[in-house]
């Protein structure tokens, strides 16, 4: 087993920020040493592992087909040992007598606070890095929220409701000049009320989510009325082109389930007003 490849200037990086070359060794391998963002994400999800700071190893297959081919020669090995011989001869000549025990002991101690402090140091630097790096996360999560907040009362705004106990929704205007225009303004109520109720039920079906704008039925009971496709713009729905065909489409990550049912809401309370019929006038 052996230590695997990493790559080497991402691994001094983190090296300089603070981490443990094993801790450093192992971001890289796990994330493939693709960039030191991925490293960093990799590092803050198991901070807590118990075996984060040991080094992964991998294993190697060396196949030697000839043992005998790696052997050296008498005269080689004569002449290494005569190195080695000659190298601890000079070891020995570089020995100061002079230099007492006490000495020593105060450069060992000396080098050893120095480690202590430095390791202090680094461990401070690694935290900070890491807190920024969570701090990032926070607030890009928050800008998430509060985007995603921000349409939803933009949403209920444009469609006429308060954001608490919502009073007033936007009448449907029926065309002029027909019979039974009454009977036909509650039919296109009760049509978005279906409309909207099946999505707030059923937010992950995509059938009750997506309305072809050429349907027959759909434009004799909606669309034809003025308001009628606006009232489920503002309800979340977008139009789109598939094709040679127009669709309301209101995508999954923008149900938003409490202004469904406020819009519901206000249709069955506008149906049940007694003075109703005076929408059609």
């Given at each position: 087993m052996v230590e695997p490849e990493v790559d080497r200037r991402l691994l001094r990086e983190l090296e300089l920020m603070g981490?443990?070359?094993?801790?450093?060794?192992?971001?890289?391998?796990?994330?493939?040493?693709?960039?030191?963002?991925?490293?960093?994400d990799w590092v803050i999800e198991h901070e807590n592992d118990s075996d984060i700071d040991q080094i992964p190893l991998v294993p190697i297959n060396i196949k030697i087909e000839d043992g005998n081919q790696f052997s050296l020669p008498e005269e080689v090995n004569l002449e290494a040992k005569k190195m080695w011989q000659n190298t601890i001869c000079n070891a020995k000549n570089f020995e100061d007598p002079k230099t007492s025990q006490t000495e020593v002991e105060k450069v060992t101690t000396g080098i050893r606070e120095a480690t202590i402090n430095d390791s202090k140091n680094t461990e401070d630097e690694r935290e900070s890095i890491l807190s920024?790096?969570?701090?990032?996360?926070?607030?890009?999560?928050?800008?998430?929220?509060?985007?995603?907040?921000?349409?939803?009362?933009?949403?209920?705004?444009?469609?006429?409701?308060?954001?608490?106990?919502?009073?007033?929704?936007?009448?449907?205007?029926?065309?002029?000049?027909?019979?039974?225009?009454?009977?036909?303004?509650?039919?296109?109520?009760?049509?978005?009320?279906r409309i909207v109720g099946n999505v707030a039920k059923n937010p992950n079906e995509d059938k009750y989510r997506r309305i072809r704008l050429s349907n027959h039925a759909f434009q004799e009971r909606v669309g034809n009325f003025k308001g009628g496709i606006e009232f489920l713009e503002l309800c979340g729905f977008e139009?789109?082109?598939?094709?040679?065909?127009?669709?309301?489409?209101?995508?999954?990550?923008?149900?938003d389930v409490q202004l469904l049912n406020s819009a519901g809401s206000e249709l069955l309370s506008a149906m049940s007003n007694p003075y109703f019929g005076l929408l059609s006038q």
């Open positions: 981490f443990p070359i094993n801790r450093a060794t192992r971001a890289l391998y796990s994330t493939g040493s693709c960039s030191l963002e991925a490293a960093l920024m790096i969570r701090t990032k996360r926070e607030e890009e999560k928050r800008i998430r929220e509060k985007q995603l907040k921000d349409d939803q009362v933009e949403r209920k705004t444009k469609l006429g409701l308060p954001n608490e106990n919502p009073k007033v929704a936007q009448p449907i205007v029926p065309p002029k000049n027909e019979k039974d225009e009454n009977a036909k303004v509650k039919r296109a109520f009760q049509t978005l009320l139009k789109t082109k598939e094709g040679e065909e127009l669709y309301l489409l209101l995508p999954r990550d923008k149900v």
